[in-house]
């Protein structure tokens, strides 16, 4: 089982920068693919972006494209989620996520794949 703790969240004005990580116990981190998924009141949780295993893999929601950045540390079992240019539409709590990847090259962003969930991170962006 893998229990996954977000850090990183909070209000930032338009523009500005935010990291977020995403610390995993156990030590089979290595064998999930990470993600990255978000919330914002009355919506449907969406994804955002996901890692691969090896970290050479990854994937972003087209809104975020050029923005956000993931990023993978298997020695330090965390995921983390640089967003730059942040805008008000990207206010939502995040929540990271473990996907238990057959290679070490898949992905999916299909949000009922995955298999852990942490409590998410509220991350607000004013105008």
């Known amino acids: 089982q893998v229990q996954l703790v977000e850090f990183g969240g909070g209000s930032v004005q338009a523009g500005g920068s935010l990291r977020l990580s995403c610390a995993a116990s156990?030590?089979?981190?290595?064998?999930?693919?990470m993600g990255w998924f978000r919330q914002a009141p009355g919506k449907e949780r969406e994804f955002v972006a996901v890692?691969?295993?090896?970290?050479?893999?990854?994937s972003y929601t087209d809104s975020v494209k050029g923005r956000f950045t993931i990023s993978r540390d298997n020695a330090k079992n965390t995921v983390y989620l640089q967003m730059n240019s942040l805008k008000p539409e990207d206010t939502a709590v995040y929540y990271c996520?473990?996907?238990?990847?057959?290679?070490?090259?898949?992905?999916?962003?299909?949000?009922?794949?995955?298999?852990?969930w942490g409590r998410g991170t509220q991350v607000t962006v004013s105008s």
């Open positions: 156990g030590r089979t981190f290595s064998s999930y693919a």
């Open positions: 890692v691969s295993r090896s970290g050479v893999i990854t």
């Open positions: 996520a473990a996907d238990l990847a057959v290679t070490h090259n898949d992905i999916t962003r299909v949000r009922e794949q995955y298999n852990y």
